[in-house]
């Protein structure tokens, strides 16, 4: 029988705010004991580091470039041949609980059903078993805090967001496993996404933190990234909640963590853990006034770093692997260990031999990242393209051309840009060459944002995309 899948994943959880990414203030003993016990994949990163790019990405294998989600708050085009599609032709039931972010085409009114809610059909992109779902909203309380089923009905989770929503893939979970086929859970956890307010986590979990000291990064920038868009600017008033933020931040990551420790223990408790590959990510981190920015959708490592722990039973390593996973490259990867094959228009590689350790692979130097524009309006001047290898970062913003080059060991605060510094300009070019050889193996040639609205997207849905061409 083919494996299982649980794959579970945080939404703005940086890898650098847990225990074992080496933040002594983080309480994440789940996921620091589990870092030690699976594949840690400690060179993960965010393709593109915003919400509805990334599920893009996730659930197509193909770049933003690719699938035209170049900006959140727009809906996919649903023609894709997707992971769960995959799935599906393989025998597996599918299910899928929580924030979706790929079907609202209107900026705001995020609570209207008709952009909260994604009808049956091709829209939920193959997840065609249960489907607990919402297009996106942070409240984890209250009457904000709801899902759909298979009609627009708002149902409220009744107690605080994530754990409601764990507590029903704990319940899914036991009825799937005691099924005769093959499944594939994905959980998509709303938080530590903001607001970062008191209101919005348990009590407890706030309590955790009340005497931590928490202040501003090493690397932190009094005034605004001059290429930052309206969601990386940071308001005076918000500059004085950075270390609050923070603190709440925290507080949602450590019950991030002990829903993790749930998941996992039902796994156990259903006795499928040895055919079950269990995944815990998340989409993208953030800055919190690094680099004199908020938020994501940037290069630096803050935002793109991710953690990406993988267990199934004993079939895989334990322990650190460093190759340079990429968003794209986690559906062909998973399928690979499923015996699945891989459609074709996929743009991400099968590292599955890579994580195996087997011998003579080749892997993938480094990862290209895109940034195709503000976070959910078509506005140009943010665009940038970065690579990313097992060291260095390359970007450079397509407005005026700014390079940036970041020894990442050497200087992990990426604090000091090498980029005009000629002992460097060779790797620089050779670091420059390999993104663009990646970006022309997909097509990517690095337009402004309004390019795509002009050319792909119209009522912002996506009518056309580059997989209708390839396909």
Same mark, same amino acid.
């Given at each position: 029988m083919k494996p299982n899948l649980v794959f579970m994943f945080a939404d703005q959880l940086r890898l650098c705010s847990t225990g074992y990414g080496g933040d002594k203030r983080a309480k994440t003993p789940v996921i620091d004991a589990m870092s030690e016990n699976a594949t840690d994949l400690c060179n993960a990163v965010s393709g593109h580091p915003v919400c509805a790019p990334f599920r893009a990405s996730l659930f197509t294998g193909k770049y933003t470039t690719s699938t035209g989600m170049v900006i959140n708050e727009i809906r996919i085009d649903p023609d894709h041949k997707t992971f769960a599609d995959c799935l599906n032709e393989n025998?597996?039931?599918?299910?899928?609980?929580?924030?979706?972010?790929?079907?609202?085409?209107?900026?705001?009114?995020?609570?209207?059903?008709?952009?909260?809610?994604? %009808?049956?059909?091709?829209?939920?992109?193959?997840?065609n078993g249960l489907f607990a779902s919402y297009n996106f909203h942070h409240e984890n309380y209250g009457e904000q805090s709801y899902y759909h089923l298979d009609s627009p009905e708002k149902i409220s989770w009744g107690k605080y967001e994530p754990d409601a929503q764990t507590d029903m893939a704990i319940d899914t979970l036991k009825k799937l496993s005691g099924e005769k086929k093959p499944f594939a859970l994905f959980l998509s956890?709303?938080?530590?996404?903001?607001?970062?307010?008191?209101?919005?986590? %348990? %009590?407890?979990?706030?309590?955790?933190?009340?005497?931590?000291?928490?202040?501003?990064?090493?690397?932190?920038?009094?005034?605004?990234? %001059?290429?930052?868009?309206?969601?990386?600017?940071?308001?005076?008033?918000?500059?004085k909640k950075i270390p609050e933020w923070m603190r709440v931040y925290y507080a949602m990551v450590a019950n991030v963590d002990k829903n993790v420790g749930r998941m996992k223990q039902a796994i156990k408790d259903c006795g499928i853990d040895n055919d079950t590959i269990f995944v815990f990510t998340s989409d993208h981190g953030e800055l919190f006034g690094a680099h004199g920015r908020r938020a994501k959708n940037i290069f630096y490592e803050e935002a793109v770093r991710v953690p990406f722990l993988m267990q199934w039973g004993d079939k895989l390593p334990k322990g650190k692997n460093d190759v340079c996973l990429n968003t794209v490259d986690i559906m062909?990867?998973?399928?690979?260990?499923?015996?699945?094959?891989?459609?074709?228009?996929?743009?991400?590689?099968?590292?599955?031999?890579?994580?195996?350790?087997?011998?003579?692979?080749?892997?993938?130097?480094?990862?290209?990242?895109?940034?195709?524009?503000?976070?959910?309006?078509?506005?140009?001047g943010h665009e940038w393209r970065a690579y990313r290898t097992k060291r260095h970062t390359y970007a450079v913003y397509l407005a005026d051309g700014e390079e940036h080059l970041y020894d990442n060991i050497a200087d992990p605060l990426q604090m000091k840009n090498l980029a005009n510094d000629s002992a460097y300009l060779e790797l620089k070019e050779r670091l420059k060459e390999a993104m663009h050889a990646e970006m022309r193996r997909v097509h990517d040639n690095f337009q402004p944002c309004s390019y795509y609205e002009g050319k792909y997207i119209k009522d912002r849905i996506i009518r056309f995309t580059s997989a209708k061409e390839t396909e």
């Amino acid at each position: 029988m083919k494996p299982n899948l649980v794959f579970m994943f945080a939404d703005q959880l940086r890898l650098c705010s847990t225990g074992y990414g080496g933040d002594k203030r983080a309480k994440t003993p789940v996921i620091d004991a589990m870092s030690e016990n699976a594949t840690d994949l400690c060179n993960a990163v965010s393709g593109h580091p915003v919400c509805a790019p990334f599920r893009a990405s996730l659930f197509t294998g193909k770049y933003t470039t690719s699938t035209g989600m170049v900006i959140n708050e727009i809906r996919i085009d649903p023609d894709h041949k997707t992971f769960a599609d995959c799935l599906n032709e393989n025998g597996y039931e599918t299910a899928y609980i929580g924030k979706w972010h790929l079907y609202a085409n209107e900026f705001g009114n995020h609570y209207d059903p008709k952009n909260s809610y994604i %009808p049956k059909g091709r829209d939920r992109l193959g997840f065609n078993g249960l489907f607990a779902s919402y297009n996106f909203h942070h409240e984890n309380y209250g009457e904000q805090s709801y899902y759909h089923l298979d009609s627009p009905e708002k149902i409220s989770w009744g107690k605080y967001e994530p754990d409601a929503q764990t507590d029903m893939a704990i319940d899914t979970l036991k009825k799937l496993s005691g099924e005769k086929k093959p499944f594939a859970l994905f959980l998509s956890v709303g938080t530590p996404h903001d607001p970062w307010e008191k209101w919005n986590v %348990p %009590p407890e979990y706030y309590e955790m933190f009340k005497d931590v000291a928490f202040d501003y990064p090493e690397n932190y920038c009094e005034t605004d990234d %001059p290429h930052a868009d309206d969601w990386a600017r940071i308001r005076p008033q918000g500059r004085k909640k950075i270390p609050e933020w923070m603190r709440v931040y925290y507080a949602m990551v450590a019950n991030v963590d002990k829903n993790v420790g749930r998941m996992k223990q039902a796994i156990k408790d259903c006795g499928i853990d040895n055919d079950t590959i269990f995944v815990f990510t998340s989409d993208h981190g953030e800055l919190f006034g690094a680099h004199g920015r908020r938020a994501k959708n940037i290069f630096y490592e803050e935002a793109v770093r991710v953690p990406f722990l993988m267990q199934w039973g004993d079939k895989l390593p334990k322990g650190k692997n460093d190759v340079c996973l990429n968003t794209v490259d986690i559906m062909p990867t998973l399928l690979s260990f499923m015996g699945i094959d891989c459609p074709k228009g996929v743009e991400g590689r099968d590292l599955s031999r890579v994580l195996l350790n087997e011998k003579d692979v080749e892997e993938p130097e480094g990862a290209l990242m895109q940034g195709t524009g503000a976070t959910a309006i078509f506005e140009d001047g943010h665009e940038w393209r970065a690579y990313r290898t097992k060291r260095h970062t390359y970007a450079v913003y397509l407005a005026d051309g700014e390079e940036h080059l970041y020894d990442n060991i050497a200087d992990p605060l990426q604090m000091k840009n090498l980029a005009n510094d000629s002992a460097y300009l060779e790797l620089k070019e050779r670091l420059k060459e390999a993104m663009h050889a990646e970006m022309r193996r997909v097509h990517d040639n690095f337009q402004p944002c309004s390019y795509y609205e002009g050319k792909y997207i119209k009522d912002r849905i996506i009518r056309f995309t580059s997989a209708k061409e390839t396909e």
